[in-house]
C-alpha cells in the first residue's frame, strides 16, 4: 500500500494531507484508508459490511474528490466506514473507478477521531510523479 501524511501547515481548521501511491489503484485505495484513519481508529471497526462503488469523471482529481466525497456520504448516511478498499481506476477520459469496500458501523464500540464533513477542491491535485502517483486534498472538518 502508498502512504499518506497530514499537512498540518497547511490548513488549521481543516484536514489537509498528501497520498503517494505506486499506481492510481493503490494512489485512490491509499487515500480511502486515510480518510477512514481521519475519521476512526480501524482497529476498533467491526468488519461485518461490504459494499462496491463505480463512479466516472471528466479527470482523475474530480475522480479522487468524487469517491472520497461518496465513503464521506456513507460515514453520514448509514454511519458506516471502509478501512479496507480495493480499486480498480482507469484514466480515461471519462476517468473510471470501481471498488469493492469492507468496513463496518460507527459505533459506542468505535473509536472515533474527526468528523470530515466535505472534501473541498481547494489545492486537490492528482499528478503522476518518478515512482508513481500523488495526490493532495484537503478534507472540511
Do not use: N
Not at 11 to 24: F, K, P, Y
Not at 31 to 51: F, G, I, L, N, Q
Not at 85 to 94: A, C, I, K, L, S
Amino acid at each position: 500500500m502508498g502512504r499518506w501524511a497530514l499537512l498540518e501547515e497547511v490548513a488549521i481548521a481543516d484536514c489537509a494531507m498528501e497520498v503517494e501511491g505506486a499506481t492510481l489503484d493503490d494512489l485512490f485505495a491509499t487515500a480511502a484508508r486515510a480518510v477512514a484513519e481521519v475519521m476512526v481508529d480501524p482497529a476498533t471497526v467491526r468488519a461485518s459490511v461490504e459494499r462496491t462503488v463505480t463512479l466516472t469523471a471528466p479527470s482523475l482529481d474530480l475522480l479522487l474528490h468524487d469517491w472520497l466525497s461518496e465513503l464521506l456520504f456513507l460515514k453520514d448516511s448509514e454511519r458506516l466506514v471502509f478501512p479496507t478498499v480495493r480499486t480498480r481506476v482507469e484514466p480515461g477520459p471519462p476517468c473510471f473507478l470501481a471498488a469493492s469496500l469492507l468496513g463496518g458501523p460507527i459505533t459506542a464500540e468505535t473509536a472515533g477521531r474527526a468528523d470530515p464533513k466535505a472534501v473541498t477542491l481547494h489545492m486537490l491535485a492528482v499528478e503522476r510523479v518518478e515512482g508513481g502517483w500523488r495526490a493532495r486534498l484537503v478534507l472540511d472538518i
